[in-house]
């Protein structure tokens, strides 16, 4: 596979014009805030006195990222989005964070400088199903991509996973259980009983999908994985 076919981002990159103080945040607050790709090698670098590394891949408007940087200062939290109207709200809601950054591109830009074992959580919250069956290979949750997430992750280190899309959530335990199988176990599924993926934790802030899809009367599923 060739590299600029690998690097192809499916999806929208903006929707409507970014009204005034959302493009205002972006050019104002997103050279802060933005990610030095290069200085990935050394991710604790870019957030000195923190013990704690995240990375939230496809933030959306940013809600659940603005939040967990909110209520944990003591953690480094990485955002990777294409979608110019998701990175402007997050820039906006984002000016007083000192705790975040963002890179307005690929996810996998990020996932494949980071150093091995260097995060303590990963969040791939509601990510675009693609629902016919020719696109399912634009699903984020590959084989690949869960080969890098299993390789940055630290011992311990979490993997979640939410989705209002029965079919996406049966993807991801299939992918993760073939993974496992050719990998020893990389990813384990922490439910014990259907609250556990039936109800989201306290510790995870709602998100404006989430609401869409309560609202149109589809219930999300709430998977967590833990590196061993």
Do not use: C
Request: proline share 7%.
């Amino acid at each position: 596979m060739t590299e600029d076919k690998r690097r192809l981002i499916y999806g929208r990159r903006q929707g409507r014009p970014l009204k005034t103080g959302a493009r205002a945040a972006f050019d104002a607050d997103l050279p802060r805030l933005a990610l030095p790709l290069e200085r990935l090698g050394d991710p604790a670098a870019l957030f000195p006195g923190l013990g704690r590394l995240a990375l939230e891949i496809g933030f959306g408007g940013g809600e659940h990222l603005a939040a967990q940087a909110a209520a944990r200062p003591d953690t480094g939290f990485i955002g990777a989005e294409p979608f110019l109207n998701g990175v402007a709200k997050l820039a906006l809601a984002a000016r007083d964070l000192a705790n975040l950054r963002i890179h307005h591109g690929d996810a996998r830009d990020v996932l494949e400088r980071l150093p091995t074992a260097s995060l303590d959580a990963v969040f791939l919250l509601f990510p675009d199903p693609w629902p016919k069956a020719r696109h399912h290979k634009r699903r984020f949750v590959s084989q690949a991509n869960l080969g890098e997430i299993a390789r940055v992750l630290k011992s311990g280190g979490v993997f979640r996973v939410a989705s209002d899309i029965a079919d996406y959530v049966r993807w991801t335990l299939i992918e993760i259980a073939r993974f496992n199988r050719a990998n020893g176990d990389a990813f384990l599924w922490r439910a014990r009983q259907a609250a556990d993926w039936r109800l989201r934790p306290a510790d995870w802030p709602a998100t404006r999908y989430e609401a869409k899809a309560l609202a149109a009367g589809r219930v999300p599923a709430y998977l967590e994985f833990a590196r061993p």
